[in-house]
């Protein structure tokens, strides 16, 4: 009875297991083709070939290809009026052409502005000349004139270091009333003149001056812990002044003046103090006109 048993577990855990677990063949079936990975393509061609029979030349069968062909334009309309020629109409001056072309490229290579826009804000667009690997901006002739008041080294402590470059004071007048003073920093002397004069163009006043070429009254001004102290002279005096303050008194023109630095002896803060002074200061007919009465009656 227990043989019976064991052989009837035997056949039947058997065909439990072959039934349970299918093949490899069910998995991985045999092809009946070999499978090939490479694919062919034909010639294609986006435009549909034409046959020499579907091309309708009759056209030109009447055509003489010798013969000489007469234009015949067609006739305008009532009330045309032909636009003018190209030609005709009054030339353009040199100055309406230069004013076109800054308008649509920018100032010239000559480094004028028609249009009164400044020079070196356009670098790409400044003739610039190379002299051993240095790059060279034309100056700018506007009728002002430049004076360096001080040229100094500054550095810049950073990780690596220090970093050391040059900063410029510049003065720009036409010693007729305007001047500007001006501050810029490169790491050459001439870049540093060149931004400090470009700076001090942006900053132009205008320095009210009697007939005598002085100023109108006295006046004080402040910048920073630098104080100057201007005023008027009589004719023949000149410019009684030092430092900062009489390179911008001379710079715009004044030639009878006296001027006094007090306080600090900076030269930027006393250029800068100057031209606070200068702001402050009227001529008669501003006065006159803000106290609305006849400008003879000031001195009564």
């Given at each position: 009875m227990a043989a019976t048993t064991t052989a009837i577990a035997l056949t039947l855990s058997s065909f439990t297991l072959r039934s349970t677990?299918?093949?490899k063949s069910f998995f991985f079936p045999k092809p009946s083709?070999?499978?090939?990975?490479?694919?062919?393509?034909?010639?294609?061609?986006?435009?549909?070939?034409?046959?020499?029979?579907?091309?309708?030349?009759s056209f030109f069968d009447d055509v003489n290809p010798e013969e000489d062909i007469v234009f015949d334009p067609p006739?305008?309309?009532?009330?045309?009026?032909?636009p003018p020629s190209f030609d005709e109409g009054p030339e353009e001056t040199e100055d309406e052409i230069a004013a076109a072309y800054e308008e649509l490229y920018g100032p010239a290579y000559s480094g004028v502005s028609v249009l009164g826009n400044d020079v070196?804000?356009?670098?790409?667009?400044?003739?610039?000349?190379?002299?051993?690997?240095?790059?060279?901006?034309?100056?700018v002739r506007d009728g002002f004139e430049e004076?360096?008041?001080?040229?100094?080294?500054?550095?810049?402590?950073?990780?690596?270091g220090k970093q050391l470059h040059f900063r410029a004071i510049v003065v720009v007048g036409d010693?007729?009333?305007?001047?500007?003073?001006?501050?810029?920093?490169?790491?050459?002397?001439?870049?540093?003149?060149q931004k400090s004069a470009v700076n001090a163009r942006r900053n132009i006043i205008t320095i009210p001056m009697t007939k005598y070429l002085t100023f109108p009254h006295r006046s004080e001004g402040d910048y920073?812990?630098?104080?100057?102290?201007?005023?008027?002279?009589?004719?023949?005096t000149g410019v009684i002044a030092g430092g900062a303050v009489r390179i911008v008194l001379e710079m715009a023109g004044v030639e009878n003046a006296l001027g006094k630095q007090l306080g600090s002896k900076n030269a930027l803060n006393n250029a800068r103090a100057t031209v606070v002074a200068v702001q402050k200061m009227k001529q008669f007919r501003e006065v006159a006109q803000e106290r609305g009465i006849p400008m003879e009656e000031l001195w009564k």
């Amino acid at each position: 009875m227990a043989a019976t048993t064991t052989a009837i577990a035997l056949t039947l855990s058997s065909f439990t297991l072959r039934s349970t677990i299918p093949s490899k063949s069910f998995f991985f079936p045999k092809p009946s083709k070999p499978i090939s990975l490479r694919r062919t393509f034909g010639p294609l061609s986006l435009t549909p070939q034409a046959k020499s029979s579907d091309i309708d030349t009759s056209f030109f069968d009447d055509v003489n290809p010798e013969e000489d062909i007469v234009f015949d334009p067609p006739t305008p309309p009532e009330g045309f009026t032909p636009p003018p020629s190209f030609d005709e109409g009054p030339e353009e001056t040199e100055d309406e052409i230069a004013a076109a072309y800054e308008e649509l490229y920018g100032p010239a290579y000559s480094g004028v502005s028609v249009l009164g826009n400044d020079v070196y804000v356009m670098d790409s667009k400044v003739k610039k000349s190379s002299a051993f690997g240095k790059v060279k901006k034309e100056k700018v002739r506007d009728g002002f004139e430049e004076r360096v008041v001080q040229v100094r080294r500054v550095t810049k402590v950073v990780k690596g270091g220090k970093q050391l470059h040059f900063r410029a004071i510049v003065v720009v007048g036409d010693k007729q009333g305007q001047v500007g003073v001006g501050v810029g920093k490169a790491k050459e002397v001439i870049g540093a003149v060149q931004k400090s004069a470009v700076n001090a163009r942006r900053n132009i006043i205008t320095i009210p001056m009697t007939k005598y070429l002085t100023f109108p009254h006295r006046s004080e001004g402040d910048y920073g812990a630098a104080k100057v102290m201007l005023r008027p002279a009589a004719p023949g005096t000149g410019v009684i002044a030092g430092g900062a303050v009489r390179i911008v008194l001379e710079m715009a023109g004044v030639e009878n003046a006296l001027g006094k630095q007090l306080g600090s002896k900076n030269a930027l803060n006393n250029a800068r103090a100057t031209v606070v002074a200068v702001q402050k200061m009227k001529q008669f007919r501003e006065v006159a006109q803000e106290r609305g009465i006849p400008m003879e009656e000031l001195w009564k």
